[in-house]
């Protein structure tokens, strides 16, 4: 099925959708004079779930109760499909009143120091936590104030980090918007202020040689939109150095946009999958919306731009994936849609499991986009529901991917390494150094034993002689992964 005529379906849904969810709204009328003050996302909300979400009948006596006085964050979360002990099963779908904030971030830019972060235990007895640089983004506050893979932070603003504290920590000030001090394990101490930037993806490419073969290593870190033009030129720079091999670290990818996607698999595939235009992936909708089917190819528009990606198509025989519990989304995705049509081997960990993908809208463009359905309803739903917006949105969970026989082996709890491997960012090697434990392992995988260099940077361990513990945390928006923006208007 078409684009074009999916769209058109939910736009006639938009209308039995809206009357459906009208019998809240016109009974919380007859109680108060004026539609509440939270009407607009409210009513947003209910609508966009019951045409779009792709449970939306698993949840449909749930969207029954939704009325429109209702905290429209909590109620999404509350109403999220979930398994009969009451946990998520869609841990994505959210409502935001920071919206064009939350839109901004998945695109790449946001307010940062520019580091990832790992969270470990000091040890079993102990209290402490370390939260371990795993890499800075080029450009950024923290690269600027020297840190690098392997830096140990053991405080900030003079809190002690530790068990009990470091998810706050995390969230408030180390992936926050303000200036904060932190205290490195070698007591060094560093003042460090977040900007707002776009935080480039493509952190890493070279190219590993041994016996006339050739290996290609690329650090993609996140599916944005404007990595396209990156990957365009790796893939050719890749291709015109005769790389056979390729190894792919997604170890940090939590996802993107589905049409980065599919450019970047143009680019790895086979050349005779593409020019065949055989299908690539499936995405299965809910009940009233059926299938896609999106076929591989060599012309993609990307913010309004045609790129063709026949020249940077890199022609490699076998592809090693690094991924780890933080490669989710477009990078289970890519993974799963190019299985079936070349070797492709997992190195590491098993991954996230997030298994669907969503659409980004905010709650005034909807309220354009339904206009007329809405007014049909009821004129003062679009009048109060349009000037309640303010900034309004939702990510919401539209579909699950497939592989072109339909299979998505990411569902429910990730893909399953072919290789076992660890990310340890707690030693001394930085990304790229053929010594670093996860990039060994892929390159002795493909057949190359190649000796590591001197002169890529070394840190300093702060655990005592014992292998750590690495503690669960997912950064902000982690696990995003949004679909085709052409779906909606």
């Known amino acids: ?31 108060e004079e004026e539609l509440p003050e939270t009407f607009g996302p409210n009513f947003f909300g209910c609508n966009f779930m019951s045409s779009y979400y792709l449970w939306n009948k ?16 909590s109620t999404v979360r509350k109403l999220r499909y979930k398994d009969n002990s009451g946990n998520d099963i869609d841990k994505w779908t959210i409502m935001t009143d920071k919206f064009s904030t939350f839109n901004k971030s998945v695109e790449g830019t946001s307010t940062t120091f520019g580091w990832s972060l790992a969270f470990y235990a000091v040890s079993s007895t102990s209290d402490e936590v370390l939260a371990i640089v ?7 506050p923290a690269a600027k104030a020297g840190l ?4 140990c932070i053991v405080s900030v603003d003079s809190t002690p980090i530790t068990k009990e504290n470091f998810s706050d920590i995390a969230n408030n000030k180390l992936y926050g918007s303000k200036k904060i001090g932190i205290t490195l394990n070698t007591a060094k101490t560093v003042e460090i202020t977040p900007v707002t930037m776009y935080e480039e993806p493509i952190l890493l490419t070279t190219v590993f040689k041994e016996g006339g073969r050739k290996a290609g290593y690329m650090v993609f870190n996140s599916f944005t939109l404007d990595a ?7 893939g050719k720079e890749f291709r015109d150095a005769g790389v056979e091999d390729l190894i792919l670290d997604l170890r940090y990818n939590s996802g993107g946009f589905v049409l980065t996607e599919e450019l970047l698999a143009s680019i790895l595939a086979p050349k005779d999958a593409v020019d065949a235009g055989k299908v690539f992936q499936k995405e299965i909708y809910n009940s009233n919306l059926g299938e896609n089917e999106t076929k591989f190819t060599w012309k993609h528009t990307v913010n309004s731009k045609s790129i063709d990606t026949r020249e940077s198509n890199i022609g490699i025989e076998k592809l090693y994936a690094i991924v780890t519990n933080n490669s989710a989304s477009a990078s289970e995705s890519i993974l799963t ?23 980004l809208k905010s709650c005034a463009s909807w309220y354009e986009d339904f206009k007329d359905p809405i ?17 309004w949105g939702m990510y919401l969970m539209v579909s699950r991917y497939a592989d072109v026989n339909g299979n998505t082996p990411s569902m429910p709890s990730g893909m399953e390494a072919d290789i076992a491997s660890d990310d340890k960012p707690y030693e001394v090697y930085q990304l790229g150094d053929p010594r670093e434990n996860m990039l060994h392992t892929a390159l002795e995988a493909a057949g190359y034993h190649i000796a590591g260099t001197s002169d890529m940077g070394m840190t300093k361990s702060g655990f005592r002689n014992t292998e750590p513990a690495e503690l669960e945390y997912h950064s902000p928006e982690f696990g995003i992964f949004v679909t085709n923006r052409q779906f909606l208007r």
Do not use: H
Not at 8 to 26: D, E, G, Q, Y
């Open 1 to 31: 099925m078409k684009r074009t005529l999916i769209y058109t379906m939910l736009l006639i849904m938009a209308v039995l959708a809206s009357a459906a969810c009208t019998k809240t709204a016109t009974d919380n009328q007859e109680k």
């Open 375 to 391: 007014k049909k309803v009821n004129p003062e739903f679009y009048t109060t529901g349009k000037a309640q917006s303010a900034d």
């Open 58 to 73: 698993e949840i449909e006596d749930k969207l029954g109760t939704w009325t429109t006085g209702m905290d429209p964050i």
């Open 228 to 234: 396209c033009p990156g990957l365009v030129q790796a």
């Open 337 to 359: 849609g190019l299985i079936p049509y070349m070797d492709v081997k997992l190195v590491g960990s098993r991954t996230y499991g997030k298994f669907c993908g969503g659409i």
């Open 148 to 151: 690098k893979r392997g830096d």
């Open 134 to 140: 795993c890499y800075t983004s080029k450009d950024s």
